[in-house]
Each structure stands twice: as structure tokens, then as C-alpha cells.
């Protein structure tokens, strides 16, 4: 495909997980995100995209959050050898967060070794907000998304002038320890996430309230969520969590600090 950009959307079209896309423009294929799709989203096989995964010169990751990144290991199992591009801080969090993911795979650990040196290999980070180039004059730049440690939006530049953002998950501002999301560049063509639909996003002070809520219920009265309950362990993480950033927020002095735009 030498003429106009075509985008194909592998996953997280009519789902919420599994995001995965396909940008070909310039006789180049730029996959942008391979995430693993949860609950009762779909799957699409690899076996049925219009690409093989050998065929594939970059893959963009926007964060690390295994919906994401979670068919990464699969994608080089079928011949995948092109370039991993990502921001610094998704580049330390990929071994860990895809170790723990195989980890309930049917892999041997002999396997997952072999595929974690692999994508360390062809894995690379680059820095916010500066220009690089790749293959027949295609420019990207990477912008904070404000969504987890090291999360991004891409902005692509064809040789033409045409510019695409992808935006992967998009978080709020004055969310503690994170950079505020930046503001993209205009742009000819947006994807964007549209986790919350025709919702307003609560922001960081309401989500906290309800994850603070739901711990003190899960904590302080045995019932509601009990302790029999499965989601009981998670629900008093993320009440402890936040708890901790509020912390973090009040004591600064405490010697962790949040990064500065």
C-alpha cells in the first residue's frame, strides 16, 4: 500500500479490551498496540488478520497494561521480528507485567525466558515529545497520556503532511505521582478511546472516593464485599493505594516525588 494510509482495526473496535490496530501507509505495516482481550470481549485470531505477524516493521505499545500488550509474546511466537517502540518507562514495565501474564499460560518457563530476551532485544524507548523518524520518511512522536507510568498517545507524520493520533488510554489530570496528560498536536485523523462513552470522566478525587469507600467497607465491616468475597483482596489494595498517594500528596517530604512536565 503505497498510497492513501489505511487503518484496520484488529481489536478493541466494539470492545473495550484487546486493542490492537493495524496503520499500513507507505508499503510499511505499523501495528499499534497487541493487547489480550478479557472478560467476554472477542478475539480476533491472529491467523485471520491481513497480515502476518512476520510482515509487521513496528509495533507501538501505548502502555503496559496487559489488554494492551498481553498478545506481544504470542505475536512473536508466529515470526513477528520488526521494532518495539514504546516510552522508557513501558520498556522496564514490559518483562515484569508479560513474565507475570505467562505466568498463566500453558508456557514452559524455559519458553517465556526465551520470548522475555526476545522483546528485550527489540524493544526501544524513546523520549516524550521529540520528533523520530522510521522507514520512507514517517515521522512519530510520543505524548503523555496521563493514564499509568509511562503511558502515551502517538502522533504519526506521513511524508505527505498527513498526521494520525492514536490516543491509547487517556488518563486525568492531578492524578498523584503521574504527569498530567498533554495536550496533542491537531491532527488529520483521531483515533480515540471511548472507554467512558457519552460520560463524563469523575476524575481522580471521585474515583478515590469510591475506591476508598468500597476499601473501608471491605475493611472495617466484614460485609457488603466480605472477606469470603473474591474481590475482597483487590478492593483493600486499592483502598490502601490510594490511601498512599494521598499520603504522598500531603507529606511530600516523604522522598517520592511526582515527575515534573
Not at 489480550?36 to 510482515?55: C, I, R, T, Y
Not at 509511562?150 to 504527569?179: N, Q
Not at 483515533?191 to 478515590?208: A, F, P, V
Not at 476499601?215 to 490502601?240: C, N, Q, Y
Request: with cysteine; aromatic share 8%; charged share 25%.
Amino acid at each position: 500500500m503505497r498510497g492513501k494510509p489505511e487503518i484496520i482495526h484488529l481489536g478493541g473496535e466494539n470492545t473495550v479490551t484487546g486493542s490492537c490496530h493495524l496503520l499500513r501507509a507507505k508499503g510499511i505495516h505499523i501495528m499499534v498496540d497487541c493487547g489480550l482481550a478479557q472478560g467476554n470481549d472477542v478475539l480476533l485470531p491472529m491467523k485471520s488478520w491481513p497480515v502476518s505477524p512476520s510482515e509487521i516493521d513496528y509495533l507501538f505499545l501505548t502502555h503496559a497494561h496487559i489488554d494492551h500488550i498481553g498478545r506481544v509474546p504470542e505475536l512473536i511466537e508466529r515470526g513477528f521480528s520488526g521494532e518495539i517502540i514504546c516510552s522508557h518507562p513501558t520498556r522496564a514495565l514490559l518483562s515484569p507485567m508479560l513474565k507475570d501474564a505467562m505466568g498463566f499460560s500453558d508456557m514452559t518457563e524455559q519458553q517465556a525466558t526465551k520470548i522475555l530476551k526476545t522483546i528485550d532485544d527489540l524493544s526501544w524507548g524513546f523520549e516524550y515529545g521529540e520528533n523520530f523518524s522510521l522507514k520512507r520518511g514517517i515521522q512519530f512522536t510520543l505524548g503523555r497520556a496521563g493514564h499509568i507510568l509511562g503511558s502515551c498517545f502517538i502522533r504519526f507524520e506521513l511524508p505527505d503532511g498527513f498526521t494520525i493520533v492514536f490516543s491509547g488510554d487517556l488518563g486525568a489530570k492531578d492524578t498523584p505521582i503521574l504527569c498530567d496528560p498533554d495536550i496533542a498536536e491537531p491532527c488529520d485523523l483521531l483515533i480515540l478511546e471511548s472507554t467512558y462513552g457519552d460520560r463524563n470522566h469523575g476524575g481522580t478525587e471521585d474515583g478515590g472516593r469510591k475506591t476508598e469507600d468500597g476499601g473501608r467497607t471491605a475493611e472495617d465491616r466484614g460485609r457488603g464485599v466480605g472477606r469470603e468475597d473474591s474481590k475482597f483482596p483487590f478492593l483493600l489494595i486499592l483502598h490502601w493505594v490510594f490511601k498512599l498517594q494521598k499520603f504522598i500528596q500531603v507529606f511530600p517530604n516523604t522522598g517520592i516525588r511526582r515527575q515534573k512536565s
